[in-house]
Protein backbone atom coordinates (compact mmCIF):
# COMPACT_ATOMS: atom_id res chain seq x y z
CA UNK A 1 0.00 0.00 0.00
CA UNK A 2 1.72 3.52 -1.11
CA UNK A 3 0.57 6.35 0.72
CA UNK A 4 0.90 9.82 -0.26
CA UNK A 5 0.35 13.67 1.20
CA UNK A 6 1.57 16.82 0.75
CA UNK A 7 2.68 19.15 3.57
CA UNK A 8 1.99 22.94 3.03
CA UNK A 9 2.45 26.18 4.73
CA UNK A 10 0.61 27.51 7.11
CA UNK A 11 -2.56 29.55 5.26
CA UNK A 12 -2.26 33.29 4.98
CA UNK A 13 -4.50 35.28 7.61
CA UNK A 14 -4.95 38.69 6.82
CA UNK A 15 -7.57 41.06 8.37
CA UNK A 16 -8.93 44.15 7.01
CA UNK A 17 -12.13 46.59 7.86
CA UNK A 18 -13.77 49.06 6.41
CA UNK A 19 -13.75 52.10 5.87
CA UNK A 20 -10.49 52.53 7.30
CA UNK A 21 -10.68 55.61 9.08
CA UNK A 22 -8.42 56.87 12.11
CA UNK A 23 -11.26 58.09 13.73
CA UNK A 24 -14.54 56.84 14.08
CA UNK A 25 -17.62 58.95 16.12
CA UNK A 26 -20.80 57.50 17.72
CA UNK A 27 -23.05 56.55 15.18
CA UNK A 28 -20.94 55.33 12.30
CA UNK A 29 -20.74 51.86 11.61
CA UNK A 30 -17.64 49.76 10.56
CA UNK A 31 -16.93 46.23 9.44
CA UNK A 32 -13.94 43.60 9.90
CA UNK A 33 -13.16 41.02 7.24
CA UNK A 34 -11.22 37.86 7.87
CA UNK A 35 -9.32 36.68 4.65
CA UNK A 36 -7.38 33.63 3.89
CA UNK A 37 -5.66 32.23 1.58
CA UNK A 38 -6.62 28.72 1.71
CA UNK A 39 -10.37 28.25 1.52
CA UNK A 40 -12.06 25.52 2.64
CA UNK A 41 -14.23 24.53 6.33
CA UNK A 42 -12.68 27.57 8.23
CA UNK A 43 -14.28 28.17 11.48
CA UNK A 44 -14.58 31.64 12.38
CA UNK A 45 -13.87 33.89 15.58
CA UNK A 46 -13.08 37.21 16.99
CA UNK A 47 -11.99 39.23 19.79
CA UNK A 48 -11.94 42.54 21.03
CA UNK A 49 -9.00 43.71 23.39
CA UNK A 50 -7.93 39.45 23.62
CA UNK A 51 -11.62 38.80 24.42
CA UNK A 52 -13.76 36.63 22.30
CA UNK A 53 -16.90 39.02 21.11
CA UNK A 54 -19.10 37.12 19.20
CA UNK A 55 -20.22 32.73 18.78
CA UNK A 56 -21.09 33.98 14.98
CA UNK A 57 -19.17 31.18 12.74
CA UNK A 58 -18.66 34.14 9.69
CA UNK A 59 -15.83 35.84 8.17
CA UNK A 60 -17.12 39.58 8.28
CA UNK A 61 -17.69 41.18 11.92
CA UNK A 62 -20.32 44.36 11.89
CA UNK A 63 -20.92 47.22 13.98
CA UNK A 64 -23.60 49.23 12.85
CA UNK A 65 -23.66 51.72 15.22
CA UNK A 66 -19.78 52.69 16.91
CA UNK A 67 -19.83 53.61 20.95
CA UNK A 68 -16.87 55.33 22.57
CA UNK A 69 -16.85 51.87 24.46
CA UNK A 70 -16.22 50.29 20.63
CA UNK A 71 -13.00 51.19 20.50
CA UNK A 72 -10.21 48.75 21.20
CA UNK A 73 -7.96 46.55 19.39
CA UNK A 74 -9.47 43.42 16.93
CA UNK A 75 -8.44 40.32 15.49
CA UNK A 76 -9.88 37.13 14.02
CA UNK A 77 -8.81 33.69 14.61
CA UNK A 78 -9.52 30.56 12.24
CA UNK A 79 -9.45 26.91 13.15
CA UNK A 80 -10.18 23.97 10.29
CA UNK A 81 -11.50 20.53 12.07
CA UNK A 82 -9.09 19.72 15.24
CA UNK A 83 -6.01 21.80 13.76
CA UNK A 84 -4.35 24.39 15.08
CA UNK A 85 -5.77 28.10 15.78
CA UNK A 86 -3.96 30.48 13.40
CA UNK A 87 -4.65 34.61 14.42
CA UNK A 88 -4.51 37.65 12.36
CA UNK A 89 -3.17 41.19 12.99
CA UNK A 90 -5.10 43.20 14.97
CA UNK A 91 -6.74 46.11 13.88
CA UNK A 92 -6.91 49.48 16.78
CA UNK A 93 -10.14 51.24 16.28
CA UNK A 94 -10.49 54.74 17.83
CA UNK A 95 -13.81 56.05 18.78
CA UNK A 96 -13.97 59.87 19.97
CA UNK A 97 -17.35 60.72 22.91
CA UNK A 98 -17.13 64.02 20.52
CA UNK A 99 -17.57 64.95 16.99
CA UNK A 100 -14.89 67.17 15.53
CA UNK A 101 -15.21 70.67 14.66
CA UNK A 102 -13.98 72.13 11.43
CA UNK A 103 -11.30 75.31 11.38
CA UNK A 104 -12.03 77.95 8.72
CA UNK A 105 -9.30 79.74 8.04
CA UNK A 106 -8.80 82.29 4.68
CA UNK A 107 -6.18 83.31 2.42
CA UNK A 108 -5.37 86.10 1.96
CA UNK A 109 -6.61 88.09 5.16
CA UNK A 110 -7.03 91.23 3.96
CA UNK A 111 -9.66 92.94 5.19
CA UNK A 112 -11.04 94.58 3.77
CA UNK A 113 -10.96 92.89 0.65
CA UNK A 114 -11.44 95.01 -2.87
CA UNK A 115 -14.28 93.71 -5.65
CA UNK A 116 -12.20 91.97 -8.52
CA UNK A 117 -9.64 89.80 -6.00
CA UNK A 118 -9.74 86.13 -4.94
CA UNK A 119 -9.93 84.60 -1.96
CA UNK A 120 -9.43 80.82 -1.00
CA UNK A 121 -10.96 79.21 2.17
CA UNK A 122 -10.34 76.12 3.95
CA UNK A 123 -11.82 73.75 6.07
CA UNK A 124 -9.58 71.66 8.40
CA UNK A 125 -11.11 68.57 10.25
CA UNK A 126 -7.30 67.84 11.98
CA UNK A 127 -5.52 64.15 10.77
CA UNK A 128 -8.78 62.54 10.23
CA UNK A 129 -9.25 61.73 6.57
CA UNK A 130 -12.35 60.80 4.26
CA UNK A 131 -14.78 64.02 4.69
CA UNK A 132 -16.33 66.06 1.84
CA UNK A 133 -17.38 69.65 2.91
CA UNK A 134 -20.37 72.28 2.82
CA UNK A 135 -19.86 75.92 2.79
CA UNK A 136 -21.87 78.45 3.80
CA UNK A 137 -22.46 81.75 3.20
CA UNK A 138 -24.80 83.99 5.35
CA UNK A 139 -26.43 80.77 6.66
CA UNK A 140 -26.92 79.92 3.24
CA UNK A 141 -25.55 76.31 1.68
CA UNK A 142 -23.48 77.92 -1.29
CA UNK A 143 -21.72 74.10 -2.66
CA UNK A 144 -20.67 70.76 -1.90
CA UNK A 145 -17.46 69.61 -2.45
CA UNK A 146 -14.69 66.58 -1.39
CA UNK A 147 -12.16 69.10 -2.09
CA UNK A 148 -11.36 70.72 1.29
CA UNK A 149 -11.08 74.41 0.29
CA UNK A 150 -12.89 76.82 -2.40
CA UNK A 151 -11.61 79.90 -4.31
CA UNK A 152 -13.94 82.85 -4.21
CA UNK A 153 -13.46 85.43 -6.68
CA UNK A 154 -13.18 88.14 -8.39
CA UNK A 155 -15.43 88.96 -5.23
CA UNK A 156 -18.14 91.52 -5.88
CA UNK A 157 -19.65 94.19 -2.72
CA UNK A 158 -22.36 90.93 -2.20
CA UNK A 159 -19.60 88.80 -1.48
CA UNK A 160 -19.47 90.57 2.36
CA UNK A 161 -20.47 88.09 4.80
CA UNK A 162 -19.76 85.50 7.22
CA UNK A 163 -18.26 82.31 5.89
CA UNK A 164 -18.64 78.74 7.78
CA UNK A 165 -18.04 74.99 6.65
CA UNK A 166 -18.94 71.65 7.92
CA UNK A 167 -17.60 68.13 7.27
CA UNK A 168 -19.47 65.30 6.49
CA UNK A 169 -19.06 61.51 6.07
CA UNK A 170 -21.19 59.17 5.66
CA UNK A 171 -24.15 59.90 8.12
CA UNK A 172 -22.15 61.64 10.42
CA UNK A 173 -21.88 65.41 10.03
CA UNK A 174 -19.79 68.25 11.95
CA UNK A 175 -20.47 70.77 13.82
CA UNK A 176 -20.11 74.09 12.19
CA UNK A 177 -16.95 76.02 11.93
CA UNK A 178 -16.95 78.94 13.97
CA UNK A 179 -17.49 82.28 11.15
CA UNK A 180 -15.00 84.03 8.95
CA UNK A 181 -15.78 87.40 8.56
CA UNK A 182 -15.50 88.78 4.99
CA UNK A 183 -15.34 92.56 4.09
CA UNK A 184 -15.79 93.63 0.80
CA UNK A 185 -16.13 97.10 -0.41
CA UNK A 186 -14.78 99.77 -2.92
CA UNK A 187 -11.34 100.63 -2.35
CA UNK A 188 -11.31 103.56 -0.49
CA UNK A 189 -11.96 107.42 -2.97
CA UNK A 190 -8.34 109.38 -2.81
CA UNK A 191 -9.18 113.25 -2.14
CA UNK A 192 -7.63 115.73 -4.37
CA UNK A 193 -6.38 119.29 -3.11
CA UNK A 194 -5.86 122.32 -4.83
CA UNK A 195 -2.59 123.40 -2.60
CA UNK A 196 -2.23 126.83 -5.05
CA UNK A 197 -4.43 129.37 -3.18
CA UNK A 198 -5.49 130.34 -7.02
CA UNK A 199 -7.35 128.51 -9.78
CA UNK A 200 -7.22 130.72 -12.55
CA UNK A 201 -3.36 131.36 -13.33
CA UNK A 202 -1.16 132.62 -15.55
CA UNK A 203 1.95 131.22 -17.55
CA UNK A 204 4.85 130.82 -15.54
CA UNK A 205 2.47 130.92 -12.24
CA UNK A 206 3.19 127.98 -9.56
CA UNK A 207 0.05 125.23 -9.84
CA UNK A 208 0.39 122.33 -6.96
CA UNK A 209 -2.34 119.83 -5.85
CA UNK A 210 -2.26 116.57 -3.47
CA UNK A 211 -3.56 113.82 -3.63
CA UNK A 212 -4.36 112.20 -0.09
CA UNK A 213 -5.08 108.60 0.65
CA UNK A 214 -5.71 106.42 3.21
CA UNK A 215 -2.58 104.39 4.21
CA UNK A 216 1.23 104.33 2.69
CA UNK A 217 0.06 101.14 1.18
CA UNK A 218 -1.09 103.22 -2.04
CA UNK A 219 0.48 104.99 -4.55
CA UNK A 220 -1.65 107.49 -6.61
CA UNK A 221 -1.13 108.39 -10.75
CA UNK A 222 -2.09 111.84 -12.03
CA UNK A 223 -4.76 112.67 -14.51
CA UNK A 224 -5.58 115.86 -16.58
CA UNK A 225 -9.17 115.42 -18.58
CA UNK A 226 -8.99 112.10 -17.89
CA UNK A 227 -5.45 111.13 -19.79
CA UNK A 228 -2.63 109.77 -17.56
CA UNK A 229 0.12 112.37 -16.84
CA UNK A 230 3.41 110.63 -17.31
CA UNK A 231 5.77 110.04 -14.65
CA UNK A 232 4.05 111.78 -12.02
CA UNK A 233 3.01 109.30 -9.28
CA UNK A 234 4.00 111.24 -6.11
CA UNK A 235 1.27 112.29 -3.65
CA UNK A 236 1.68 115.87 -4.92
CA UNK A 237 1.91 117.23 -8.17
CA UNK A 238 3.92 120.54 -8.62
CA UNK A 239 4.02 122.33 -12.10
CA UNK A 240 6.56 124.90 -11.36
CA UNK A 241 6.28 127.42 -14.84
CA UNK A 242 2.30 127.09 -15.99
CA UNK A 243 1.66 126.65 -19.27
CA UNK A 244 -1.51 126.79 -21.06
CA UNK A 245 -1.20 123.04 -21.78
CA UNK A 246 -1.68 122.84 -18.78
CA UNK A 247 -5.26 123.79 -17.96
CA UNK A 248 -7.88 121.38 -17.54
CA UNK A 249 -10.05 118.88 -15.15
CA UNK A 250 -7.57 117.57 -12.50
CA UNK A 251 -7.96 114.25 -10.56
CA UNK A 252 -5.76 111.65 -9.22
CA UNK A 253 -6.53 107.58 -8.64
CA UNK A 254 -4.74 105.96 -5.92
CA UNK A 255 -3.65 101.65 -6.50
CA UNK A 256 -2.35 99.07 -3.72
CA UNK A 257 1.13 98.56 -3.85
CA UNK A 258 1.02 95.06 -3.07
CA UNK A 259 -2.77 93.60 -4.61
CA UNK A 260 -2.86 95.10 -7.92
CA UNK A 261 -6.22 97.20 -7.22
CA UNK A 262 -7.36 100.98 -8.44
CA UNK A 263 -9.64 103.06 -6.50
CA UNK A 264 -12.27 105.15 -8.65
CA UNK A 265 -10.88 108.70 -9.60
CA UNK A 266 -10.76 111.29 -6.88
CA UNK A 267 -13.13 114.49 -7.03
CA UNK A 268 -11.32 116.95 -9.57
CA UNK A 269 -10.54 120.55 -9.70
CA UNK A 270 -10.23 122.51 -13.41
CA UNK A 271 -7.63 124.77 -13.71
CA UNK A 272 -7.38 127.73 -16.22
CA UNK A 273 -4.27 129.18 -17.57
CA UNK A 274 -4.14 132.10 -19.58
CA UNK A 275 -1.34 133.61 -21.53
CA UNK A 276 -2.26 136.69 -21.54
CA UNK A 277 -2.89 139.25 -18.95
CA UNK A 278 -6.38 141.20 -19.06
CA UNK A 279 -7.37 144.37 -19.38
CA UNK A 280 -9.44 146.14 -17.34
CA UNK A 281 -12.53 147.79 -18.03
CA UNK A 282 -13.26 151.41 -16.77
CA UNK A 283 -16.50 152.75 -15.69
CA UNK A 284 -18.36 155.91 -14.50
CA UNK A 285 -21.54 155.78 -12.78
CA UNK A 286 -22.87 159.10 -13.71
CA UNK A 287 -22.33 159.23 -18.13
CA UNK A 288 -23.04 163.05 -17.81
CA UNK A 289 -20.43 165.46 -19.95
CA UNK A 290 -19.53 167.58 -19.34
CA UNK A 291 -19.98 167.70 -15.15
CA UNK A 292 -20.30 170.83 -13.08
CA UNK A 293 -18.54 172.05 -10.14
CA UNK A 294 -19.70 170.58 -6.56
CA UNK A 295 -20.98 167.08 -8.45
CA UNK A 296 -20.05 163.79 -7.28
CA UNK A 297 -18.98 160.67 -10.10
CA UNK A 298 -17.51 157.53 -9.11
CA UNK A 299 -15.15 155.50 -11.45
CA UNK A 300 -14.77 151.94 -11.28
CA UNK A 301 -12.23 149.38 -12.67
CA UNK A 302 -12.96 145.66 -12.97
CA UNK A 303 -11.57 142.76 -14.57
CA UNK A 304 -13.89 139.89 -15.50
CA UNK A 305 -11.11 137.09 -15.10
CA UNK A 306 -9.55 135.45 -11.77
CA UNK A 307 -10.78 137.55 -8.72
CA UNK A 308 -8.10 138.89 -5.74
CA UNK A 309 -7.33 141.81 -7.79
CA UNK A 310 -6.49 144.97 -6.17
CA UNK A 311 -6.47 148.46 -8.44
CA UNK A 312 -3.74 151.36 -9.05
CA UNK A 313 -5.13 154.46 -10.89
CA UNK A 314 -4.07 157.03 -13.54
CA UNK A 315 -4.76 160.64 -14.29
CA UNK A 316 -3.03 161.90 -17.74
CA UNK A 317 -0.59 159.33 -17.24
CA UNK A 318 0.18 159.92 -13.37
CA UNK A 319 -0.63 156.91 -10.77
CA UNK A 320 -2.73 158.79 -8.25
CA UNK A 321 -1.39 156.06 -5.33
CA UNK A 322 -4.90 155.33 -4.47
CA UNK A 323 -6.27 151.98 -4.39
CA UNK A 324 -10.04 153.15 -5.17
CA UNK A 325 -11.42 156.22 -6.93
CA UNK A 326 -14.12 158.51 -6.28
CA UNK A 327 -14.92 162.04 -6.74
CA UNK A 328 -16.94 164.21 -4.92
CA UNK A 329 -17.21 168.05 -4.82
CA UNK A 330 -15.82 167.53 -8.35
CA UNK A 331 -13.34 171.25 -9.21
CA UNK A 332 -11.74 172.07 -12.36
CA UNK A 333 -8.74 169.89 -11.49
CA UNK A 334 -10.28 166.47 -11.44
CA UNK A 335 -9.97 166.97 -15.69
CA UNK A 336 -7.90 164.49 -17.24
CA UNK A 337 -7.90 161.18 -18.57
CA UNK A 338 -8.33 158.30 -16.14
CA UNK A 339 -7.01 154.89 -16.73
CA UNK A 340 -6.53 152.13 -14.10
CA UNK A 341 -4.74 148.57 -13.96
CA UNK A 342 -5.27 145.47 -11.53
CA UNK A 343 -2.78 143.82 -9.69
CA UNK A 344 -3.20 140.10 -8.18
CA UNK A 345 -3.08 139.92 -4.34
CA UNK A 346 -0.28 138.02 -3.38
CA UNK A 347 1.02 137.44 -6.42
CA UNK A 348 3.20 138.77 -9.61
CA UNK A 349 0.65 139.04 -11.99
CA UNK A 350 -0.51 142.68 -12.95
CA UNK A 351 -3.32 143.14 -15.77
CA UNK A 352 -2.57 146.16 -18.70
CA UNK A 353 -4.04 149.67 -18.14
CA UNK A 354 -7.75 150.30 -19.12
CA UNK A 355 -8.86 152.73 -22.00
CA UNK A 356 -9.52 155.83 -20.94
CA UNK A 357 -12.07 157.87 -19.65
CA UNK A 358 -12.06 161.14 -19.86
CA UNK A 359 -14.04 163.51 -17.50
CA UNK A 360 -14.65 167.35 -17.98
CA UNK A 361 -15.74 169.63 -15.35
CA UNK A 362 -16.78 173.31 -16.54
CA UNK A 363 -16.26 176.16 -13.95
CA UNK A 364 -19.37 177.96 -14.07
CA UNK A 365 -23.27 176.54 -13.97
CA UNK A 366 -24.87 175.81 -17.04
CA UNK A 367 -27.38 179.03 -18.35
CA UNK A 368 -30.98 177.88 -18.14
CA UNK A 369 -33.45 179.97 -20.37
CA UNK A 370 -37.64 179.88 -20.32
CA UNK A 371 -38.87 180.37 -23.49
CA UNK A 372 -42.73 180.97 -23.78
CA UNK A 373 -45.27 180.24 -27.37
CA UNK A 374 -46.87 182.46 -28.03
CA UNK A 375 -44.66 185.22 -26.19
CA UNK A 376 -47.97 187.50 -25.25
CA UNK A 377 -47.94 188.62 -22.32
CA UNK A 378 -51.52 188.89 -22.35
CA UNK A 379 -53.24 185.47 -23.47
CA UNK A 380 -56.76 184.49 -23.91
CA UNK A 381 -59.31 182.21 -22.43
CA UNK A 382 -58.88 178.86 -25.22
CA UNK A 383 -55.29 179.89 -25.95
CA UNK A 384 -52.93 177.13 -26.08
CA UNK A 385 -49.68 178.36 -24.60
CA UNK A 386 -46.28 175.85 -24.24
CA UNK A 387 -42.97 176.68 -22.11
CA UNK A 388 -39.76 175.10 -22.75
CA UNK A 389 -36.99 174.91 -20.33
CA UNK A 390 -33.06 175.21 -22.00
CA UNK A 391 -29.97 174.42 -21.00
CA UNK A 392 -26.72 175.69 -23.22
CA UNK A 393 -24.60 172.43 -22.33
CA UNK A 394 -24.74 169.00 -21.69
CA UNK A 395 -27.78 166.49 -21.09
CA UNK A 396 -29.46 164.20 -18.84
CA UNK A 397 -31.04 166.94 -16.85
CA UNK A 398 -34.07 167.07 -14.32
CA UNK A 399 -36.26 169.80 -14.51
CA UNK A 400 -38.73 171.13 -12.06
CA UNK A 401 -41.50 173.51 -13.02
CA UNK A 402 -43.06 175.86 -10.15
CA UNK A 403 -46.00 178.24 -10.90
CA UNK A 404 -45.73 180.95 -8.55
CA UNK A 405 -43.44 178.79 -6.44
CA UNK A 406 -45.35 176.17 -6.08
CA UNK A 407 -44.54 172.69 -8.26
CA UNK A 408 -46.14 171.43 -11.09
CA UNK A 409 -46.29 167.91 -12.22
CA UNK A 410 -44.21 168.08 -15.40
CA UNK A 411 -40.85 166.55 -15.24
CA UNK A 412 -39.49 167.18 -18.75
CA UNK A 413 -37.83 169.88 -20.84
CA UNK A 414 -41.52 171.50 -22.02
CA UNK A 415 -44.43 172.03 -19.88
CA UNK A 416 -47.79 172.58 -21.95
CA UNK A 417 -51.66 174.65 -21.76
CA UNK A 418 -53.61 173.01 -23.74
CA UNK A 419 -56.40 175.46 -23.07
CA UNK A 420 -55.64 178.40 -21.09
CA UNK A 421 -58.10 179.15 -18.09
CA UNK A 422 -58.11 182.56 -16.37
CA UNK A 423 -56.94 180.06 -13.27
CA UNK A 424 -53.44 179.45 -15.56
CA UNK A 425 -52.53 182.99 -15.13
CA UNK A 426 -49.37 183.31 -13.39
CA UNK A 427 -45.46 183.57 -13.09
CA UNK A 428 -43.51 180.55 -14.60
CA UNK A 429 -40.10 179.48 -13.67
CA UNK A 430 -38.11 175.96 -14.19
CA UNK A 431 -35.10 174.85 -12.46
CA UNK A 432 -32.61 171.84 -13.74
CA UNK A 433 -30.37 169.57 -11.70
Same mark, same amino acid.
Given at each position: ???????????????????????????????????????????????????????????????????????????????????????????????????????????????????????????????????????????????????????????????????????????????????????????????????????????????????????????????????????????????????????????????????????????????????????????????????????????? !???? +? $? *? /? #?? &?? =????? %?? @????????????????????????????????????????????????????????????????????? !???? +? $? *? /? #?? &?? =????? %?? @??????????????????????????
Amino acid at each position: LLLSFQIANNPKLTLSRSPNFDRFYPGESISFTCNIDVTSAWEYQWYKDGAQITDANVNTYKIDSLKPSDKGQYHCKVQRGKGPFYESDKKSVQVDADKPKPVLTRSPAFSPMYPGESITFTCTVDMYSGWEYEWYHNGVEQQSSSSKTIAVGPVTLDGSGRYQCLAKRGQLRTDYSDPVSLDVSDPPKPILKLLSPWSDVYENEVLKFSCEVSSSEWTVTWHRDQNLIANENGLELNIAAAKVSDRGEYSCKAHQKHRGVSSASSNTSTVSVYDKLPTPTLSRDLSFSPMYIGETVKLK !CTVS +V $S *S /G #WS &YH =WYKDG %NN @LNKSGKEISQASSSHRGKYRCSGKLTGRTVSSARSSPVELTVYDGKPNVTLLQNPSDKLMHTGDRISFT !CHVN +V $S *S /G #WK &YV =WYKDS %NP @LKSSENFHQIASAKTSDSGSYKCRVE
